[in-house]
């Protein structure tokens, strides 16, 4: 009997594995100075006690995320007794790690439904993916809150596939407030979702008006109006609720944030100058241009009728590649994309490719944080050429591998496009 | 004017009568071995204009001068500050502050005082406190090594001025390079100008000096020559010497009295010696190590409730993470021997790089904790962990980020109805006496160092002017990377778009279910 035969199996494994990491981690947080749980998750249950007062979550310092967040969690500002509130405590690092496997549990369903891969495939990847890998489990059971961004696309991925438009719509929106990012799904699922999709026949028309015309679906109406109305609403709601505070730290800070702390992105040494006023003439000012042109236009329109899931990939991958500030909980953003991709690569087609882009790619991480160690912990100036020449090879190794993803991404039609679920 | 001088003597230093004679004119002081305190208040009058204007337009201006060199406590005078110069200011009309107390804060400390406007510059007492607080409502500090920019402008002013003893005035003026600490102070109530100056220690060969006799009938000096002893009760402190206003006395008179003191000091070899584990990194930890009669109990009366507290000083380059240090749980402060943080305020953005910061950086109150034990071997340390901002770019990769030694000290609860403001020689508004009750008796613990600023290596982007990696090439290399990047994306997709467009004519059209079909 394989491991991997029975779906049961894999998520209560899953399960077990999350469980264990949030008990050790109640433990690690009672026995020891050094905590377990993320400092974030600080922030997040310190906003949540804020709002169990009716005062603003954003009354803490550094919570840029939306209120939502802080309602969720306010059973963690339930007092109580000492095993009571180690319970309460842990109530948004169990609810990240549900999310967690929920969203596994729609990866699964996806690629049995809309892919045909037998379960035991499906189950294959997104076990080593997502569902038993440790970093996934360790992130959200520390108190992360970038598992809820996975469920949010995965759910994005699924209502789109089940041709579920007002649904994908509200959950676009949602997703957009959240955590800004998702928005350039927007664009791929729309140009993806043309007549044929919903059942039309092949366009035989080619003059420029009926195209024109054409574009304009039911479904593509749905989706658009359901996702603008949700993402009003909710900041609407939110800004009635905690005014401008509220929009200046989920959205205005990512726009005129001045921490340029040490990241991954080949931007940082640049902006560390910028900030300090020594550079001339500002590149930097026009970063987003590379970023969106590929991650909004250029890979959507090439990309998104082939493979959905692959030009989504391609773009989280290029949005992250290519952004100003990068930290590793960035890289969750595309893990849960990768389980649609990887089956049919190159980099498993090939293993000497595959095997040489982990190796890249993980070589590429160690040099830039041996160096970030020699900063941080040793005291070393190791800003140029350590951290700049790291960042820019990292850059460079993830550049190549984007490559990879939108050639594989070219030649995926016949692969997996996904197969209308008949009703 | 008036001038107050006193001379304070440790019960074993020497003392014959011919080392201070008064006459009618003069009092001859020689080769006295005493600490000293000249204490001088200024009518709004005798000040310069540019001081009269900013001290009319302030409720309260208080400055708190100590300096970084290391010396003994002088009882009654035992409080401490951190090495550096402390305003504590609140302004006549609560938004009526302006430039010119910044602007007579550079001419008369120079222009290392890095002070723009108040409202700028100057930090709101706590944000956090458990306490009750009374203190200015504007704070500011800034490392102030040396007192010569003060000299100098003394010199060019108020001495220059003057047509007769303008030696005298000099002279008077440079002695201020030797002192300990200098208080300034002023108040719209007494519209008087007070400036105490103390010398911990006399210089090479004693105190030697002719005090003259005022010109004006209406200024006075007085003169006292004092010991001081532990009172009868716990909190109190008894003094007894001779007393004398020189030109009115015939002969000083003998004196003793005793009064209640906020400060005391403890026995010499309760001290602590303040450091930085190396490596630094981005994230220093202070350690403040105590000696074992440094954490024991003060002779505070046994009903009296007390503890051990520290009070930091820190510049905007340093800084505390206020929700890692007010944290209440027992494991991260039992490992660094801390009980509780008691106030913070001023800076505390856990984000922001330094030259994005204008406040000059932040207050912390701590109380530490203590070893059960009462028999301790050696010292107790109390670790803070603090945290780095980014510095400006330099040419060598690192900048030097200075924090001056805080202040520890116990504080103890005195009974009601004590009465501190008897105290002729009380000192308050020292910063950290504000965050305690109005009756609060504080045990000094002495630092023991040469120089009470640590210096801390900050690692900094290295811009050099030439070489590979000059500040241009860096942008031209990130921006070359970049586009490299982008244009190796953008081929890829062209690819994919001409190899697609070349196979469309060669297959099948699309089903309406949007897949290929596949027969």
Redesign the interface.
Known sequence: MGLFDSASRVFVAATVLRLVLLVYGGWQDANSAVKYTDIDYMVFTDAARYVSTGESPYARDTYRYTPLLAWMLLPTAWEGSAPWATLTFAFGKALFALADVLAGWLVVQLLRQCYSFPTERALRYVAAVWLWNPMVANISTRGSSEGLLGVLVAALLWATLTRKAVLAGVILGLAVHFKIYPFIYGVSILWWWDAQRDGAAPDTKSDLLSRITGFVTASRVKLTLAALVTFVALNLAMYLQYGMPFVHHTFFHHLTRIDHRHNFSPYSTLLYLTSADVVTFHFETVAFLPQLLLAVIALPLVLAKKSLATAMLAQTFAFVTFNKVCTSQYFLWYLILLPFYLPSSSLIRKPALGISAAIFWVLGQALWLSQGYNLEFLGLSSFVPGLFLASVLFFGVNVWILGIIVSDGGESEDVNNPVRIKP | MKRRITFFQRPEAPFEANQAVLTSKSLAIRGLDAAREDRVTFGLDDLPQELRDVLQQSHELRLRWTTERSYDAVTPLASRVSPGLHVHYTPLAAEQTSEALCSLLRTVFGAGVDCTKPEDTFITPPLLSTRFAASASLQFYAQLPSLQPLVEFIQSSACSQRKVGGAECNKHASSLLTAETVDIDYDSISHALTVSTLWASAPNGGWTEDIQKPASGADQVEFGLLGAEPGIEPQEIKMGGLLAVVGQDKKMKPTMFSFPSRHHPLPNDAGYVVSFS??????PTMSISITPSGVQRPPAPSDATCALHTYLTLPSAVFGDQ??LGTS?P??L???NLAALRAVAGE??????D??VQRWGSNWLFELTTPSTDSLQSNWTATIPLHLR?L??SE???QTADVPWPVVFWACTAEDGTKMGVNPFDRTNLGWDGLFGPRTMFYQLHPKGEHLVESV???????TGEG??K??N??L???I??????L???W??V???W??SVSAESRP??S?????K?E
């Open positions: 190396t490596p630094t990194g981005l994230h929700y890692q749980d494991l991260f039992e490992s660094h505390t953005d856990l984000e922001a790089p030259w994005a980014y400006a770019p060598s990769g690192y290596d900050v690692p900094v982007l290295k811009l590979l990696f500040a241009k860096i942008e290399g990130t921006c990377a970049i586009l490299l990047g982008f190796w994306v953008l890829r997709l690819r994919v778009s190899s697609a059209a699309r309406a279910d949007g897949h290929v596949k």
